[in-house]
């Protein structure tokens, strides 16, 4: 039942003949095995999901979805189910933030987000704003295989809006080699039993890789999706724009070289596998490169829905999954021991067998969201420094010290990407010998904000602002009817109009490099650069010659809890209240590093 | 007393006993709910309001995608055709005591519209072509209908002429091939044509000219979280500091630089025009600092204007004197413009509180203007609106003043709606100029309310006091609708 560790080859069941094209995707992507859901919520999402089979199939012949393309790529499969790019749409603090910016502007953010969140989503024309649980699977698998294997262009800074080819499994794919492997594959049919002819009997294979060596190129990744500028010239995103002043440009280390390599977030080396394992058969190893990108994001959902999974899919719909109560233990022999009776399961969870076999596909879920928070780590600190804790004085009225964040990186800033909303901070904690806190920077308020302008107990008094706080978070800054410009968690210009609108802006923002209302005040640390945070611990805290504990952690958030203030008012998908998303953000804060001294406070 | 005139001094003067109130600080909802709120469904948000004309993909549509056509350099152009804009409509009642303030005055009574059509010609993500005209209204005013006091007439304006029209892009996205590795060469931003320009905030230069611009982002200055570098030559359409005429034969040239540091943002600005022979050479240079600490938003901008080679004729007969004031003086732009601003949120409904003041010596004149007024950032006492006759409270030029706004904004109806509400001081500190006494104190309201997703109401009012005697009140309401 279980996958062989993480990158198992994630089979369940015999290799079998059977092509897995089209039509047969429905049903996997789906996940509407029985037992179906039952009652009247039940039946009206059996409806729901007989009508979304219907539409898969059709929407299978036009964007397989990465479960199809599992099949041969187990590994490629596995590494990108755990992937940012793999939670892009399913996260529903994005969803939540498109909808916002379209509820403040007429619906004119449209699919802004949405474009590079789900590319083949809106290219089918699906609704803006509907359920992830509702959607096509291959929308809401977000980057998926045919976000980039079905990309013939180089579009330059195009913000996501690029056409991606359409077809079934049999069309070509677009690859960096020459399709060497995939033609030894169909020059032995008798090996590998595969079809690349539709309407055959065998194993559906696409016919043809053909090659697009843009892939490998940092304009592919760095500017189509990774460089974001709104219509009204808003840069969100310059990712491309620092590679290309970087001293990776200059070397020609690439975003492949240090996301796609063995190691995340250094040049790397591939490792050495099959590109595809066919009917159970490997073809001839080659390098192989990562896919799955180590990224910030932190899933915060249901681990039945994320990461992706083939079986998860089998065996229940997401509707299903999200009632599975994984933390009461269901499906553990700790709980189904002890289960009472009358204990209520929802209809779809009432089989113990079921429960059970939900507990084994999530216990390898958790393997692999272990597996990708050690790469997130990894990623993390290869882009991050931290120095020692330096103190810088020690005297009658203050004890001072000072920490050095650098960018470890050759080829953006960090923070990086959304730069607006990623949260890189200082939790620093000085304790005195009788473990009283002395001075504290970098906490969290009841909500988990930290104590920042934005902090809803700070704004109201309840709580002092945190004046020490080092943050690498940037600013959105929005003008305002008069006056200077303030900091907003949304842009739309509400101070100046009522009626905000996303309209190109009639000033030539590629000149000035921003738009008049909106701009990005960048805080993150450029490549080759380090930032100090210095800290004074008043003399009036402190006693002479008693010794005192610094606790400095780097933490990393990838979304500020403050935002959810700003969005919440459209909702949260799958049923999440914003407490629940507040409190996993928080949870899910990752320490890249910690410093700790021990300093005698001389007092003179 | 008209009847608009007394419902609109009622109106304010209960909505403004509203907002005093509402000013105060409420907080509320402090805690995240731990009840889910439902999940927004698409028919649950307004429809897309997109542009009037979209021809191929949309502005932020769902659907597919053209492939576009490969251009010779390299580039891929999706070309998309957007045309936008918006139709204004305002009902204007105001009186401005003769005596008040340089400029129109007297009693004005109109119903005026402006029409804003733009045509965005979008190829790639970097690269378009814009053009903007206003078909109603030009040279003498807008089109509109003359109610008063005691005559009916209709004026017509049109006018075909671009107020913008350029092209703009990113070199390094217009030529990939240049730079196949991706390392940076040509990753400069330009634009070419008729575009608007302006620094400062507007103190240094807001106009539409002819021009050149290149630039450069991200540049890497330590201790910066990026620095931007723009060059622009200006070489037709550079009008006059007062925006009164649109000179045809003067040339501007400036260097703009503007970074973003842990302390705030630095604008260091310096340009010139050149070559005209009434007006002489220009200089003027601009410092600006934005700051944020604790939720509280700090700016200041000094900036510098010095005139000189112009052409002085002093001749009794005034239509033969040039650039000399009535007074004997020589008329040039000289003077200095110091603004300092501060802002801050004052309710967790992200109600505004604003103080912005100034304080100019000589007759400080922006390097070019298309006419707005120069004082307009600091507060709405000293702007226009942008359609029809309403003039601002008080006088927007700099000429030896001081004064200062502070204002407060109410946000209602989940941000579709906000009232301002505004008290506006100016003061001379040189009373010996041709204008006589500038100074007086207004009081400016403005509201704002989205309906039907394209629709706005705004009414403005203001009730201003002057130094040299008189009062003024206007009250205006518009109807403005986007498409």
């Known amino acids: 039942m279980r996958m062989t560790g993480p990158f198992g080859t994630g089979r369940r069941g015999g290799s079998g003949g059977a092509s897995i094209a089209g039509v047969l995707a429905a049903g996997v992507l789906l996940g509407i095995a029985a037992p179906g859901p039952a009652g009247a919520q039940g039946a009206q999402e059996a409806q729901l999901t007989g009508q979304q089979a219907h539409e898969a199939l059709l929407l299978e012949d036009r964007f397989p979805s990465a479960n199809t393309c599992a099949q041969c790529h187990p590994k490629q499969y596995r590494e990108w189910s755990v992937s940012s790019h793999a939670y892009a749409q399913l996260s529903p603090m994005m969803t939540a933030f498109q909808n916002a910016l379209n509820q403040k502007n007429s619906s004119t953010a449209g699919d802004f987000c949405l474009r590079c969140h789900a590319p083949t989503g809106t290219a089918i024309g699906e609704p803006t704003s509907m359920s992830n649980l509702d959607r096509s699977p291959a929308a809401r698998e977000g980057i998926t295989c045919v976000s980039c294997h079905r990309v013939t262009q180089n579009f330059g800074k195009i913000t996501g809006r690029f056409p991606i080819e359409q077809g079934d499994i049999y069309a070509p794919v677009y690859g960096v080699d020459d399709g060497a492997r995939l033609r030894e594959v169909l020059a032995q049919p008798d090996v590998y039993r595969v079809q690349p002819e539709r309407g055959e009997t065998g194993r559906a294979i696409h016919a043809e890789v053909k090659p697009f060596f843009e892939l490998r190129a940092p304009a592919f990744c760095g500017a189509v999706c990774h460089e974001v500028t709104t219509q009204g010239g808003f840069r969100s995103h310059e990712m491309m724009t620092e590679y290309k002043r970087s001293p990776a440009a200059d070397k020609g280390i690439t975003c492949v070289d240090c996301h796609m390599g063995t190691e995340q977030g250094k040049p790397s080396p591939f490792e050495l596998g099959p590109v595809a394992v066919v009917g159970g058969v490997p073809t001839e190893e080659r390098p192989l490169s990562n896919h799955f990108f180590a990224g910030p994001d932190v899933p915060i959902i249901h681990p039945g829905i994320f990461p992706h999974n083939v079986e998860a899919s089998r065996l229940k719909t997401l509707h299903e999954w999200t009632r599975f109560d994984h933390e009461a233990g269901w499906g553990t022999d700790e709980f189904e021991s002890e289960v009472e009776d009358g204990y209520e399961f929802p209809a779809a969870w009432a089989s113990a067998d079921d429960r059970y076999d939900a507990r084994d596909i999530l216990e390898d879920q958790f393997d692999l969201l272990d597996w990708a928070a050690e790469k997130r780590l990894e990623v993390m600190r290869n882009g991050f420094g931290l120095s020692e804790i330096e103190v810088r004085r020690n005297g009658r009225r203050t004890l001072e010290f000072a920490l050095e964040v650098s960018n470890l990186t050759e080829g953006h800033y960090v923070p990086s990407g959304f730069d607006i909303e990623r949260t890189v901070f200082l939790q620093i904690t000085v304790t005195g010998p009788d473990g009283k806190v002395v001075y504290r920077s970098g906490d969290r308020d009841p909500n988990g904000d930290l104590r920042d302008a934005h902090s809803r107990y700070v704004a109201s008094g309840l709580l002092p602002h945190d004046d020490d706080l080092f943050n690498l978070h940037s600013k959105t800054y929005v003008g305002i009817v008069r006056g200077p410009e303030r900091a907003q968690l949304l842009a739309p210009p509400v101070s100046r109009t009522a009626m905000p609108m996303v309209r190109p802006d009639p000033r030539p923002t590629m000149l000035y490099g921003r738009n008049r209302n909106v701009r990005k005040h960048r805080t993150g640390i450029p490549v080759g650069q380090s930032r100090h945070a210095v800290y004074a611990v008043s003399g009036k805290q402190l006693q002479p010659g008693e010794t005192y504990s610094i606790d400095a952690r780097l933490l990393f958030q990838p979304l500020p809890v403050s935002l959810i203030y700003a969005i919440q008012s459209v909702g949260f998908d799958y049923d999440m209240s914003p407490r629940m998303v507040a409190d996993r953000l928080s949870q899910g804060s990752i320490e890249i590093w910690r410093r700790t001294a021990d300093v005698t406070w001389s007092g003179k | ?483």
């Open chain 2, 1 to 483: 007393m008209r009847p608009a005139l007394t419902a609109c001094r009622g109106l304010a003067l209960l909505i403004g006993g509203l907002l005093l109130p509402a000013a105060a600080l409420a907080y509320d909802d402090i805690d995240l709910s731990e009840t889910p709120i439902p999940f927004l469904k698409s028919e649950d948000l307004p429809p897309r309001a997109g542009a009037l004309i979209e021809l191929g993909r949309g502005i932020n549509e769902v659907g597919e995608l053209p492939h576009g056509i490969e251009m010779p350099t390299g580039a891929v152009w999706q070309p998309a055709l957007w045309i936008f804009g918006s139709l204004r409509g305002a009902y204007l009642d105001g009186d401005r005591d003769p005596r008040a303030l340089p400029g129109p005055n007297g009693e004005i009574e109109e119903f005026a519209v402006r029409m804003d059509l733009f045509a965005n010609l979008q190829l790639t993500g970097t690269e378009r072509v814009i053009a903007h005209i206003r078909p109603l209204d030009g040279t003498g005013g807008f089109t509109r209908q003359v109610l008063g006091p005691g005559e009916d007439r209709r004026e017509t304006r049109t006018d075909w002429s671009p107020e913008v029209l350029f092209f703009e892009g990113d070199l390094g996205e217009m030529f990939p091939l240049l730079d196949p590795q991706d390392r940076g060469e040509g990753d400069l931003g330009f634009a070419v044509g008729k575009m608007p320009v302006e620094f400062q905030n507007g103190y240094l230069v807001r106009d539409e000219m002819v021009a050149v611009g290149l630039s450069k982002t991200n540049v890497q200055v330590p201790g910066s979280g990026g620095v931007r570098v723009l060059g622009l030559w200006g070489f037709d359409h550079v009008d006059e500091s007062n925006g009164a005429r649109d000179r045809r034969n003067v040339d501007l040239l400036g260097l703009f630089v503007e970074g973003d540091f842990p302390w705030g943002l630095l604008e260091m600005d310096l340009a010139a025009t050149f070559a005209d022979e009434s007006r002489g050479r220009q200089v003027n240079a601009g410092i600006g600092w934005t700051g944020h600490s604790a939720g509280r938003n700090y700016s200041l901008h000094v900036n510098a204007s010095q005139q000189d080679g112009q052409t002085v004729v002093h001749d009794p007969d005034p239509k033969k004197r040039r650039n000399v004031r009535p007074n004997g003086q020589e008329k040039d732009y000289d003077g200095l413009l110091a603004v300092a601003g501060y802002s801050t949120e004052v309710s967790l409904a992200h109600d505004l509180l604003y103080a912005n003041a100034w304080w100019a010596e000589g007759d400080f004149g922006r390097l070019a203007s298309n006419g707005t007024p120069p004082l307009g950032p600091i507060g709405l006492s000293f702007a226009g609106v942008g359609l029809g006759a309403y003039r601002p409270a008080l006088w927007p030029r700099p000429l030896d003043s001081a004064g200062a706004a502070l204002g407060v904004q109410k946000f209602f109806a989940a941000e579709k709606a906000n009232l301002v509400l505004e008290l506006a001081h100016r003061r001379d500190l040189e009373e010996e100029d041709e204008f006589g006494d500038t100074g007086g104190s207004a009081l400016t309201l403005r509201f704002q309310r989205k309906f039907a997703n394209r629709f706005m109401v705004q009414a403005d009012a203001y009730r201003a006091w002057y130094g040299k005697g008189g009062n003024s009140t206007a009250a205006r309401c518009e109807l403005r609708v986007n498409f």
